[in-house]
């Protein structure tokens, strides 16, 4: 085939192909209009997962009659003049092509009105060509109605799923509009039903309240004010928002919502900023619920990445991914939950279903505790605010494997296996910022034979292994000689020790560079930690509840799991039918 150059209309739909995926990316884009325009309320209307309608209607300042032919033409837009303006850019539009591409593959109508126009003016096009003008009696505000989406492309027409999928896709995009846009007035219809209504008061928090619910909600940590040095001022970003308690988590990474200068990103930095956050609070492999804004001056963002405008580069990228992780740190250490056996519950149903949860109703079985009776009655109106633990009276020791303790306000049940594992865990982290991990030697030193793939991980954290004190020296084929160990490993075989440590860290596959020294350090403190099964004296336990109380995160151990079961006395109270 000869080169030649496509006609004008094959063109504006494959152009259009970039901007409008599915019914939700014009939903998409006439709301980011309707936002541009100013609007307080926005109805969004749709039927059959948008293929047959959807209609957008706000109350903003509305287009001249003279441009609104205009405003279909590509490349056409109020919002830039110039290249330097995307600089600077305050819009969520600035490309001037998406409604060129929505009228290329629908048909439009739009109506609009400014306020100070006695009428306004209605446009109609089919397939990118405008059929007709009139003028028409409304309100102020903008109108747009697309009906009948890719009639005239056939192939994407046949890669949409069904209308439940694109109406899911539908309601997923609205919800984060409404988040970043608390003080407007969402409201989203889908085939005649009212499937959400945000207040548009302004407040984040009830526009989750209406999409999560109370329960939800009450997991829900408001990120503290940050206080900037001054050296960061020129790439300055607030975060704020809301991100979930260590109780709440699921599968998947898409609870995590993300927002810079208001506009809805997908970013792969930022999440993991936020994953890491919660670095040994969550079980592995789950992942938090976060809604989390940055703002930051427009000329530190590039948001011209990509033609659906989901993606953003920072110019200072390292800077904004510390602040969004020290910020949710800090939230998580200030204001963080204990285990869930101590939130409320409200219709006797266990208020969290994660599998913390499960962890609770297995000891409470265990102890011969009506576990059911116990979960339901589990009412606490008071969640200690500060992760720190209270001074604790230790009472005994249960089942070999429990420390029961008092609390100023209730009881507390730890699992001094969890527990050990967490004060190691901080304690060597302490010691090895500061390159100081107390050793052992071993006089003699020993020999350990390894299988390949123990030495494989050997070979591969041999620096992280020195620095915690292992002192290892190859001694032919898969033997080494173990001259010298970390003092808390020193008590019993250390060559076992050092085994099973390998083992373990093997079994998990190749570690995430990022993570491979606290893998290994948690790694040796799980490894060091006394066991379940294991007699302690009542000053054992003194001292392991005195070094728990020292740690910034006591309620859980490395791995995510609960390190102790709480009940206030109000809940007491209530269980024996006091109150
Ligand atoms: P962009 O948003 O990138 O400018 P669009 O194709 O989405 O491009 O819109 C083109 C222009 O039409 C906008 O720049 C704006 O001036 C006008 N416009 C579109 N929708 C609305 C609306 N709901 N209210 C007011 N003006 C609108
Ligand atoms: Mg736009």
Redesign the pocket.
């Known amino acids: 085939m000869p080169i030649h150059v496509l006609p004008p209309e094959v063109a504006a739909k494959i152009a259009a192909g970039e901007v409008i995926e599915r019914p939700a990316s014009v939903v998409k884009?006439?709301v980011?209009?309707?936002l541009?325009?100013g609007?307080r309320h926005i109805r969004i209307e749709v039927r059959e997962g948008g293929r047959r309608l959807i209609r957008?209607s706000?109350d903003?300042?509305?287009?001249a009659r003279a441009?609104l032919s205009?405003?279909?033409a590509r490349h056409?837009?109020?919002?830039?003049r110039s290249l330097e303006d995307l600089e600077r850019i305050r819009?969520?539009?600035?490309?001037?092509?998406?409604?060129?591409?929505?009228a290329a593959v629908s048909r439009v109508t739009?109506m609009?009105r400014q306020a100070d126009s006695p009428s306004g003016a209605i446009i109609h096009l089919e397939g990118g060509v405008q059929t007709h003008q009139t003028e028409v009696g409304m309100a102020p505000?903008?109108v747009?109605t697309v009906e009948n989406l890719f009639y005239n492309v056939p192939a994407r027409l046949k890669f949409l799923k069904a209308p439940a999928t694109e109406a899911g896709h539908i309601h997923r995009v609205v919800t984060r509009y409404a988040m970043a846009f608390p003080e407007v007035r969402f409201h989203l219809r889908m085939d005649g039903r009212d499937v959400l209504q945000t207040s548009g008061d302004g407040s984040l928090y009830n526009v989750l309240l209406e999409l999560f619910g109370p329960e939800t909600c009450r997991q829900l940590l408001a990120l503290p004010e940050q206080n900037l040095e001054e050296s960061e001022i020129p790439s300055r970003a607030w975060v704020s928002g809301y991100v979930g308690t260590p109780t709440l988590h699921h599968a998947q990474r898409d609870h995590i919502t993300l927002f810079v200068n208001r506009r809805w990103v997908q970013d792969r930095l930022l999440s993991t900023a936020i994953v890491q956050a919660y670095h040994t609070m969550l079980p592995n492999g789950r992942y938090p619920m976060a809604v989390v804004s940055v703002t930051l001056d427009p000329s530190e963002v590039d948001v011209n990445v990509h033609p659906a405008k989901n993606e953003v580069k920072f110019r200072d990228q390292h800077t904004v991914f510390r602040i969004v992780q020290e910020t949710v740190r800090r939230a998580l250490l200030e204001k963080g939950s204990i285990s869930p056996a101590m939130l409320r519950s409200e219709n006797g149903v266990p208020s969290t279903i994660v599998p913390s949860t499960e962890v609770g109703w297995r000891q409470l079985a265990h102890f011969g505790f009506e576990a059911q009776r116990t979960l339901d009655g589990a009412g606490a109106e008071e969640v200690p605010s500060q992760s720190r633990l209270p001074v604790l009276r230790v009472l005994g020791q249960l089942a070999l494997t429990y420390v029961i303790a008092e609390g100023p306000d209730g009881l507390y049940l730890i699992d001094q296996h969890a527990a050990h594992e967490r004060v190691l865990f901080e304690e060597v982290k302490r010691q090895w910022a500061a390159a100081v991990v107390p050793t052992q030697q071993l006089l003699p030193p020993s020999l350990v034979e390894l299988t390949p793939g123990q030495a494989a991980v050997l070979e591969a954290e041999r620096a992280t292994l020195a620095r915690l004190g292992f002192e290892i020296e190859p001694f032919g084929g898969y033997t080494y000689r173990l001259r010298a160990v970390p003092e808390m490993l020193a008590i019993g075989d250390p060559a076992m020790a050092l085994r099973d440590i390998l083992s373990e860290l093997a079994e998990g596959g190749v570690p995430l560079m990022r993570h491979a020294d606290e893998r290994v350090i948690t790694t040796v403190c799980k490894r060091a930690a006394i066991k379940a099964g294991q007699v302690l004296s009542l000053q054992e336990m003194q001292e392991l509840v005195r070094r728990l109380e020292q740690c910034q995160a006591p309620r859980t151990c490395p791995h995510g799991r609960p390190t102790m079961l709480y009940w206030s006395a109000a809940q007491l109270a209530r269980e024996f039918g006091r109150i």
Do not use: C, H, Y
């Not at 903003?60 to 287009?63: K, L, P, T, V």
């Not at 056409?76 to 830039?80: E, H, I, N, P």
């Open positions: 884009e006439l980011e209009n309707a541009d325009a609007a957008v706000d903003g300042s509305g287009i441009e205009l405003a279909f056409a837009t109020s919002k830039l819009t969520l539009g600035f490309r001037g092509e998406a409604l060129a591409s929505i739009m609009s505000g903008t747009v």
